[in-house]
């Protein structure tokens, strides 16, 4: 057995603290040990000093803040190059810039380079675990499982299904989508730390067959679902909210969605190059 026992600053949850008022904990003096990889033991040092090991790694951080790492509950990795583009309005933005570069995750190494920059550079803001939009190429996917498996990281992801409202390049079927989805899935969902979501983009960008196939594979399957965030993302663009309302009259059968929180700010492959010659 490895040993590493860091005293530094520590800051845990044991509740959400929104709900609860001793939910964070706030160690000044804090211990975090960790054995094989794996954390053992966290909370004030006076109460934990006696488990350190005589043969352990000692790291005195005590002018640091040790947290634990954060969860992103809606990001898009194909949009690392394309952050911050401007346009008008969701529209405009989906189809001068999001569209197209998501064309390009049809080539697999496309894919693969784009999801080892992205992972590392959640890695480097904190971000150990996230809820992760791919494109609509199943190749997409399994790239972006291919970089967290190897750095042994706790994520949730899943391919991109649009049937409709979208470039022909960029289309799947219902049935299509479903197959691909279900690959996905015994092929990628529990395995290790991974986890598969069924990922219909937003309301206005599938058909009520795609939904309602996406629930019958929700059914079959253990995988999560998520959403597209309608309600989120529609109401800064009057025209997608029009396309929403007409979507929701259209549906009677729709999978299960879960909340999401607008996407962080990471940098781009071109911010490290810029950063690089300066």
């Known amino acids: 057995m490895t040993q590493t026992a860091y005293r530094a600053r520590l800051l845990t949850f044991r509740d959400d ?17 960790v054995e094989d990889g794996r954390v053992v033991a966290a909370g004030a040092y006076t109460a934990l000093a006696a488990r350190i090991a005589p043969d352990a790694v000692i790291k005195s951080m005590r002018d640091k803040l040790i947290v634990p ?8 990795y194909p949009q690392t190059d394309m952050i911050a583009s401007p346009a008008p309005g969701l529209l405009p933005w989906l189809n001068t810039y999001t569209f197209p570069t998501e064309r390009g995750f049809e080539n697999p190494a496309v894919a693969r380079e784009t999801a080892s920059f992205f992972i590392d550079e959640l890695l480097a ?9 791919c494109t609509v190429h199943k190749q997409s996917a399994d790239a972006f499982f291919t970089e967290s498996e190897a750095r042994n990281l706790r ?35 529990g395995r290790g730390r991974q986890h598969y979501a069924l990922t219909p983009r937003f309301a206005p960008t599938s058909t009520q067959a795609q939904l309602e196939a996406c629930g019958a594979l929700a059914a079959d399957s253990a995988s999560e679902v998520i959403g597209g965030a309608s309600a989120t993302i529609a109401a800064s663009s009057p025209t997608a909210l029009a396309q ?5 009259r259209r549906i009677t059968t729709i999978p299960r969605a879960a909340p999401s929180p607008a996407p962080c ?14």
Not at 176 to 188: N, T
Not at 265 to 278: C, E, F, G, L, Y
């Open 244 to 248: 929403v309302a007409a979507a929701r």
């Open 17 to 33: 603290p929104a709900h609860a008022a001793d939910g964070a904990v706030f160690e000044e003096d804090g211990l975090l040990l």
């Open 155 to 189: 994520m949730v992801a899943g391919k991109v299904l649009m049937d409709r409202n979208c470039p022909e390049f960029l289309r799947d079927t219902a049935q299509s989508g479903y197959d691909d989805s279900a690959e996905l899935i015994a092929r990628w969902h």
């Open 125 to 133: 803001c904190g971000t150990t675990t996230a809820l992760v939009y």
């Open 69 to 76: 790492g954060f969860i992103d509950a809606h990001i898009h």
């Open 265 to 278: 700010r990471h940098r781009t492959r071109r911010d490290v190059a810029r950063s690089r010659r300066a």
